[in-house]
């Protein structure tokens, strides 16, 4: 175990061995391993998309096994889907890649201001498939978010109970939001801080933007001047509002982007401000398996040379 790996179980005092050991499995496999460092492999926009939209730019990637070899062969800390696309590998790749299994999710076919997920998986479900961890998103901003807080609180207590770890994608969105607030920086920062509050070991949200939704909290932020002019600085914000980086936060690899230096440049920025890596989906899946590696293996080289352990 190395001391990077050590200090961040350290943080979840309140957790059972089992937990903390689930979360070292994340935290030391692949090529990141016992960096403190993660890059996952999500693979929820199947459900979440449909298929045409997520997968036709590679049509390898319809067949769930191959989600499977690409997290393997780019060296990910893991591999993240829902139910099915787990089930329709998980014996094939058993013990290969610690596997996450998103257990709620939403579909596209409406157009909601104010989106909501159901349940689609469970706690036992993952404990069958020998995940190390489940998944679960909220919409803080969307009219449904105390219902699935409520949901989130009774799934991670769950999971807790039988040693697995907690991923959550906290994603502000609804009618209450603007558009530019879904990624402004203060939204960004509270989703943060909500999602740790409700459990979460680990924590997905996307690159927050320079806008301040919120009129009370830019008062703050002026009165303060708290440092938001860089994404960097945005970054470590963000991971300052996760109990002073003692939560993991991971970032979205967001839409695809098939540049590779303004994707490159956004790992950079996330590396400067300490955060803890990335969770990439389309940018992987929807290029060729070759450039998806060569991508991959890119942001692990940012990662690599980054400090280990909690931001200073």
């Known amino acids: 175990m190395t001391p990077a790996v050590k200090e961040i179980l350290s943080w979840y005092g309140a957790d059972s061995p089992g937990t903390l ?4 499995r994340l935290l030391n496999h692949g090529r990141l391993g016992g960096t403190g460092k993660l890059v996952i492999l999500p693979v929820d926009q199947g459900f979440e998309h449909g298929p045409a939209r997520s997968f036709a730019a590679n049509p390898p990637a319809y067949d769930p096994r191959y989600h499977f070899e690409l997290a393997i062969a780019a060296g990910c800390n893991a591999y993240a ?3 099915g696309f787990l089930e329709g590998g998980a014996r094939d790749f058993a013990g290969d890649i610690p596997l996450i299994l998103k257990i709620n999710d939403n579909d596209s076919l409406r157009d909601d201001k104010d989106p909501n997920q159901a349940l689609t998986g469970g706690v036992r479900d993952a404990l069958r498939l020998g995940c190390c961890a489940v998944g679960f998103t909220i919409y803080p901003g969307s009219i449904h978010e105390l219902a699935l807080y409520e ?3 009774l799934c991670a207590a769950e ?3 039988h040693g697995l770890a907690v991923v959550v994608w906290s994603y502000p969105r609804g009618a209450a939001l603007s558009k530019d607030g879904e990624t ?3 939204v960004i920062s509270y989703a943060a801080q909500i999602a740790a509050q409700l459990g ?3 924590i997905k949200v996307k690159l927050p933007s320079r806008h301040v939704e919120q009129e009370a909290a830019r008062k703050v932020y002026d009165d303060k001047q708290i440092p938001i002019a860089t994404q960097a600085e945005r970054v470590r914000h963000v991971v300052d509002c996760a109990f002073a980086g003692r939560r993991i936060v991971i970032f979205s690899g967001g839409a695809a982007v098939f540049d590779n230096d303004k994707l490159l440049d956004e790992i950079r920025a996330i590396h400067a401000g300490g955060g803890f890596g990335s ?3 389309r940018n992987s899946f929807q290029r060729s398996k070759a450039e998806a590696l060569t991508m991959l293996g890119a942001v692990m080289d940012i990662y690599a ?4 352990g909690k931001v200073s």
């Open 21 to 24: 050991t689930n979360l070292a």
């Open 81 to 83: 889907a829902p139910l």
């Open 151 to 153: 949901q989130l609180r």
């Open 159 to 161: 999971a807790k109970r």
């Open 184 to 186: 402004a920086v203060d």
């Open 200 to 202: 979460a070991h680990i």
């Open 279 to 281: 969770i990439i989906g």
């Open 305 to 308: 040379a980054a400090p280990a």
